[in-house]
Every structure is written in C-alpha cells, then in structure tokens.
C-alpha cells in the first residue's frame, strides 16, 4: 500500500517554543491531507483537514493560530505548533488521501508524539 | 451528528480464541465503515472496510459485515494469534465531507 511518513517521531520542547512536523507521502500525491491528535486511551480527533494550496479547514475548537497548517505541495504538508504549553503534548498522526477516479483511500502517518516541558 | 461507538478494552485473549470487538453506528445515511489496527510504535493501519449494507469487508483472517438493520460493524476474527495484539479502530466516512470519525479503540492483548 501507499506510504506516509512524519518527521519526526517524537520531539521534546520547552514551554512557548515552536515545533514544526511534516507529514509526507512517499508514493503518490495527495491533494488532501488531515492532522490528528490522540490522546491516552482515546480516539483520534480530526483537527483540520489540509488542502494543496489552499488554506487548511479547522474543526471546531482548534486554534488555527496556535496549530499552523501549511500543504505547498502534493506530497508535503506541515503542522506547526506555536507557542507550546505541556497541554499540547499528545500523539499527532497525518493522513494522505489518494484519490483515482472514484477510489479513494486515507493512508496514515506513524504519529509524532510532541512533549512539551 | 454522526459517531461510533466501540466495545471498551482491553481484550484479552488466548491465543487461537475466538475474537469480537463490537461496534455500532450513528450515521444519517449509508456511509463507508472502516476497521483500522495500529500496533505498538506503528500508525494506523486500515485493516479491512464495507461500503454498503450487506457488504463483508475481510482480511488477514478478520471479518465484519455491514449491517444496516443493527447499524453494526463488529470485527471477529476466528482464531486469534500473539501477533494480533493491537489497538482496533472503528471508522465512518462522513458522506457529505468524507472525513473518518473514529470510535475510541479498543485494544486486544493475546497471551500464548
């Protein structure tokens, strides 16, 4: 099946710094991308949804200024944390849909696990 | 608005056990169900999907038939092996915006 990556896979930052992480498929090019948070023993919840060169759709309650979404091209976007506070640590995972016609298919990231201190 | 709801974890099981992880649905219309697994360390991983009513989605010994009277989705998988021990999904595609709402998980711990 199709790949995606993220960078990196886990990252540790001090309170009000920036992390950036990048969400890549290897394989294919996808149009639409979609950034995830999970929490402990929880599901994952949808945070924006990314399109190619457009601006991201946030879902209710996301902080578009806090969580930047940035999707230059078919292959890579990124989500950026600004100015992160300990309660922004959580797993983040991306997805890339691939789309062929009428086939569509969400392939997922690793996940990036953000800490922050 | 649209949700899934699945049966609390853990599981536990041994091995070669008969395995299923309920899920039911709240849905307006008929949208696409999903199973997807993410084992440690890994990503999630779509494990098998159903399309319409009917429909049995399977793969690697895993099952799950699209109900739409029960509006139901459970996962069995006949005989349970240590290697399948993960954390289990269960998807809908919302029809009108096409993004995956997930149930909380459930995870399946198989002991020798």
């Known amino acids: 099946g199709a790949v995606v990556s993220q960078h990196p896979s886990w990252v540790i930052c001090k309170s009000g710094t920036s992390v950036k992480i990048e969400c890549r498929s290897l394989?294919?090019?996808?149009?639409?991308m979609f950034w995830y948070r999970q929490f402990p023993k929880k599901s994952l919840m949808l945070m924006a949804t990314s399109n190619e060169g457009s601006k991201a759709t946030y879902e209710q309650g996301v902080e578009k200024d806090k969580f930047l979404i940035n999707h230059a091209s078919l292959t890579l976007s990124t989500l950026t944390v600004t100015s992160a506070h300990p309660e922004d640590s959580s797993f983040y995972i991306c997805?890339?849909?691939?789309?062929?016609?009428?086939?569509?298919?969400?392939?997922f990231g690793p996940g990036t696990r953000l800490t922050v201190t | 608005g649209n949700s899934v709801t699945q049966m609390e974890g853990p599981v536990t099981l041994s091995e070669e056990a008969f395995l299923t992880i309920n899920c039911t649905y709240t849905a307006t219309g008929y949208p696409s169900l999903f199973w997807y697994v993410q084992y440690p360390g890994e990503g999630l991983q779509l494990l098998l999907k159903?399309?319409?009513?009917?429909d049995k989605g399977s793969n690697k010994g895993f099952e799950a038939t699209y109900r739409k009277e029960t509006t139901s989705f459970h996962l069995e998988k006949g005989s349970v092996q240590v290697s399948d021990s993960a954390v289990y999904f269960c998807?809908?595609?919302?029809?009108?915006?096409?993004?995956?709402?997930f149930g909380t998980g459930t995870r399946l711990q198989v002991f020798p």
């Open positions: 159903a399309t319409k009513a009917d």
């Open positions: 394989d294919f090019q996808a149009t639409t």
């Open positions: 997805s890339a849909r691939e789309s062929r016609g009428d086939f569509y298919e969400q392939y």
């Open positions: 998807a809908l595609s919302d029809l009108r915006t096409d993004k995956l709402i």
